[in-house]
């Protein structure tokens, strides 16, 4: 069982920042790509940036430039930074994984439970 928790959204007024942080537990063998998502109310839930174990990024286009992606693998932790932050980045940000579980060695993936992140003045 691999579990992921998030931390860090909240209320930001326009042009501010926020750090998201999540953090992998449990058993855990490797992780293979981590990533976060996001879904806006009446949308669906699209990827907003996702960071490969050797550290190669790639990002959706809405966020170029304005959010960057890391991960500790010591941690077994990725961190979102988000600056320069839209009202239409509010959403509520899933953390997502690709693990492999060391009493299978299935690869599977996991979402963590979402932290609402407004921007609002």
């Known amino acids: 069982q691999v579990q992921l928790v998030e931390s860090g959204g909240g209320l930001v007024q326009p042009g501010g920042s926020l750090r998201l942080s999540c953090a992998a537990s449990?058993?855990?063998?490797?992780?293979?790509?981590m990533g976060w998502y996001r879904q806006a109310p009446g949308k669906q839930r699209e990827l907003v940036a996702v960071?490969?174990?050797?550290?190669?990024?790639n990002y959706a286009d809405s966020v170029k430039g304005r959010f960057t992606i890391s991960r500790d693998n010591a941690k077994n932790t990725v961190y979102l930074l988000m600056n320069s932050l839209k009202p239409e980045d509010t959403a509520v940000y899933y953390c997502?994984?690709?693990?492999?579980?060391?009493?299978?060695?299935?690869?599977?993936?996991?979402w963590g439970q979402g932290t609402q992140v407004t921007v609002s003045s």
């Open positions: 960071v490969l174990s050797g550290g190669s990024a």
């Open positions: 449990g058993s855990i063998f490797s992780i293979d790509s």
């Open positions: 997502h994984a690709h693990c492999t579980d060391w009493r299978t060695l299935g690869t599977y993936a996991y």
